[in-house]
């Protein structure tokens, strides 16, 4: 039953006991796959090809191993690992390229990989290996790096281990060699990760229990509390596993009844009885405990476990529980939220090339962090109840309920709700007038007829202005600017640090800004000229290249299928506006840092936004101070106002104290509702998704979020480029520190001093704080798998120094021989 000798001159042969089939040729990759001749696989109930394994208590069942090899050639050594794998009854695909390699990967989550990587030039096995890791399916998979052997002294294997690799296979072409690894990797190696991946079964059961359950060290340091916990506590996880946190405990346990249960833990017995334990709002609550201590490394206690029940309050406990477990389910096929099922033009996948499973897995998974995050606002806390509420309600209540629940997901919450202006002009002229500052919002009716007039411009939002006075060498830095991993510090650096001027003009053409303000091209260059010369150059951080990298993250977003659906040809203008504008006069210091210094504009706008209050207004200033550069000049006055009125909103959403608000609100106001929608299916789908994503409430949400993921976007980007905005963020406030020290300022930053700073930390905390709730909120929302997956990959790279007690932006040189 050997496998065919041969490979024939196609791209990909599959070999099944002898015989060959010849598939359609690929044009992107060289892929050749070994399978043995053991017939389909079995489903566990038949047992068939399938091999039973005993993990605890737990039965496990091992399908047929999946190897991937990546060789960039075919050599003897390739050809020994298929022999062997064919030996050991494993399935075998072999890639030439990267790009093969990661595409199998994604569709075949393979158990082991084999990396040639005796010829780095060739095929860099370092690089390839930490691409994989960064995608989610990969992390259980064992990868193994064919090495040479060594001429001289034998070389470390760090380098190897930091890239991802679980160990090295120095080069020998003998069949048995090849085999008898195989054998030891899958009697190790591959049995330990198959174990390990079924612990998310585990956990999944615990984080569906509804007895409170805790994990402690032997130290009592919380190491895992699940929903229920949570919520009879009234913690959040995130407080508990923050820090070193440990076992809140009540001053009413005797200590004698502490001492019994330390010495049962200690020596290994498992204690059952009753215990005080203390909540966050300080109350102590009477609980039912079955303790277990867990014999761990050492052959010592590592870890407890406890189970945990209220004496008196066990059904009470349950339904909250079952409460929280409804707004927080995961991505289970009976009774998930969140299936991916949009219907005809709001088809996401079809509307782009990838439509895979895996991809299809990683918006589950993204809907599915949605519901469980761990911002949890009190009106989060409100809108879960009364969504409890309605499920046991009669039909004229949860039809109240409902109404409840749309004006409390409105986008302002606490600014009256006047009738038209037709119902009650004088109550309406009024309260605007003395309530709005002159910024007063164009009513439903009025916003309506707006884009009414508007929409016969969507036709020439696609014609190009000209473009020929721009250099060749800047033209050329630019012609890839559609892409998320345009470098727009080569644009930087060809422009003498001009790129914003450069970058927009070429953006707004795209978008037809002109055609849509009815200005020249000329005045739209020399606007750009003049927002951008105020910018200041000087800044490390904020200035005009962080302009232009928002502008063209801005661009990237608003060309995505879900946003083009929810925004009109309008607010797309006043998107890129306000990317071009949001910081401009920045002075490279924060708002605490002007307000500690009394600053003229601290004073000027009360301490309170005060940087974006300023870059809105001067941004208006520029434009209209002078006629050659209006570009608002021609436009007719409901008009501008709308306009005017959603740039201004925009900017001043980037202010980051008001950040957690405005993620909530999209959250809770379009990820649910569109979620909902989505599960529950029906002809009417297409019509109550448009409602909710065209709604002006909404599309005022969907901009705010737009910018803001526009505005920090740095972690997602590709790992170069998010290390060079690292470095300039982190000197911007370094310098900051300094001025504070030297003006007896308080320091609004401690951790950033040049001298003690861990810039891996900062980013580490940045990313887990801010930017990760935030994008998984708008991944499910916009569809942007390569955004994730660089944050993922460059979260493990900050990870990694930092585990290295490095405090740098990269490893020594040294580090990398």
């Known amino acids: 039953m050997g496998c065919a000798s041969s490979i024939h001159i196609s791209d990909r042969v599959v070999y099944h006991s002898g015989k060959e089939s010849e598939e359609p040729p690929h044009t992107h990759s060289h892929t050749h796959t070994c399978t043995p001749d053991t ?21 496990l069942y091992e399908d047929q191993l999946q190897v991937l090899l990546v060789f960039a050639r075919d050599d003897a050594q390739s050809s020994s690992f298929i022999s062997a794998c064919e030996r050991c009854g494993f399935s075998c695909s072999v890639c030439r390229t990267p790009e093969a390699a990661l595409e199998c990967v994604l569709q ?41 052997r060594p001429d001289r002294e034998e070389a470390t294997v760090m380098p190897l281990i930091s890239a991802g690799f679980n160990r090295r296979f120095v080069e020998n072409s003998s069949m048995m060699a090849c085999y008898n690894e195989l054998l030891q990797l899958h009697h190790g190696e591959i049995r330990a990760q198959i ?67 330390s010495s049962c833990m200690l020596r290994g017995k498992e204690w059952q009885g009753v215990y005080y334990a203390k909540k966050k709002n300080g109350d102590s609550v009477q609980q039912n405990v079955r303790m277990t201590p867990v014999i761990g490394q050492g052959g010592k206690v590592r870890h407890c476990v406890s189970v945990n029940r209220p004496l008196n309050d066990h059904n009470k406990t349950e339904k909250s529980c079952e409460r929280v477990q409804a707004e927080s389910q995961t991505d289970i096929p009976q009774s998930s939220k969140h299936k991916d099922r949009r219907k005809g033009s709001l088809d996401v996948r079809s509307t782009t090339s990838r439509g895979s499973d895996g991809s299809s897995q990683r918006r589950h998974s993204s809907m599915a962090r949605i519901h469980s995050m761990t911002i949890e606002a009190p009106i989060n806390k409100v809108i879960n109840i009364i969504n409890a509420a309605q499920e046991s309600s009669p039909l004229p209540v949860a039809e109240a309920l409902d109404r409840v629940l749309e004006i409390l997901r409105s986008s302002e919450l606490y600014s009256p709700q006047l009738a038209t202006k037709e119902e009650d002009p004088h109550t309406n002229d009024l309260v605007g007038g003395l309530m709005m500052d ?26 190009p202005l000209s473009l020929n006075d721009i250099p060749q060498c800047i033209a050329q830095t630019m012609e890839n600017e559609d892409s ?8 930087e650096s060809a422009t003498l640090k001009r790129p914003l001027a450069f970058l927009g003009l070429k953006l707004f053409s795209r978008f037809g800004v002109c055609e849509f303000l009815g200005c020249a091209e000329a005045t739209l260059r020399s606007w750009l000229q003049n927002i951008e010369s105020s910018y200041h150059g000087n800044n490390p951080y904020h200035n ?6 928002v502008l063209h993250a801005t661009a990237y977003f608003l060309c995505k299928e879900r946003v083009k659906q929810s925004l009109d040809p309008i607010d797309e203008v006043a998107a890129l506006i306000a990317a071009a504008v949001h910081d401009v006069d920045h002075p490279g210091r924060t708002n605490s840092f002007l307000c500690n210094a009394g600053s003229e504009l601290a004073v000027l706008y009360n301490d309170t936004a005060v940087l974006e209050s300023h870059h809105a207004a001067l941004a208006f200033q520029i434009t209209t101070r002078d006629d050659k550069s209006n570009i608002f000049r021609n436009m007719e006055r409901n008009e501008y106002r709308t306009l005017r009125q959603a740039i201004i909103d925009m900017v001043l959403a980037t202010e980051m104290t008001k950040h957690f608000e405005h993620v909530n609100k999209f959250v809770n106001s379009i990820n649910k509702p569109l979620a909902a929608l989505e599960e529950n299916g029906g002809s009417e789908d297409e019509d109550s998704v448009k409602s909710v994503l065209t709604s002006p409430e909404n599309r ?16 997602c980007r590709p790992l170069e480029l998010c290390i060079e905005w690292a470095g300039r963020i982190s000197e911007e406030y370094f310098a900051q520190t300094d001025e504070e020290k030297q003006q007896g300022l308080p320091v609004v930053m401690p951790v950033f001093d040049r001298h003690t700073c861990s810039i891996p930390k900062s980013q580490i905390s940045f990313i887990d704080y801010f930017i990760t709730d935030m994008f998984d909120a708008w991944d499910a929302f916009a569809d942007l798998p390569n955004l994730m997956q660089h944050l993922d990959n460059n979260f493990k790279y900050w990870k990694s120094l930092d585990e290295r007690k490095l405090r740098s932006l990269r490893a020594p040189p040294e580090e990398h021989a």
Request: net charge neutral; with cysteine.
């Open 39 to 59: 017939g389909h696989r079995s489903s566990a109930g038949g047992q068939g090809s399938l091999t039973e394994l005993q993990f605890g208590p737990m039965k």
């Open 108 to 148: 075949k989550s393979p158990d082991l990989i084999i990396i040639d990587h005796r010829h780095p030039r060739g095929l860099d096995g370092e690089a390839l290996c930490r691409s994989i890791r960064a995608v989610s399916c990969s992390h259980h998979t064992v990868i193994v790096a064919v090495v040479k």
């Open 195 to 261: 174990k390990l991946r079924a612990c998310n079964a585990v956990f999944t059961a615990l984080e569906q229990s509804q007895e409170a359950v805790e994990i402690s060290s032997e130290d009592h340091i919380i190491q895992y509390v699940n929903p229920a916990y949570e919520c009879m506590m009234g913690y959040q996880r995130g407080e508990l596993l923050k820090e070193n946190t440990e076992v809140p405990k009540s001053e009413r346990n005797k200590p004698d009844l502490l001492d019994n249960i």
């Open 438 to 463: 002159g910024l007063r919002r164009l009513s439903g009716n009025e916003y309506i007829f707006t884009t009414k007039q508007l929409h016969h411009m969507t036709s020439h939002l696609t014609t």
């Open 484 to 491: 998320w991993d345009f470098d727009i510090f080569n644009l």
């Open 544 to 549: 005009s290249t962080h302009a232009a990298d």
């Open 700 to 715: 005022i949400l969907v901009k705010r979020m737009l910018i803001k993921c526009a505005d920090i976007s740095n972690p």
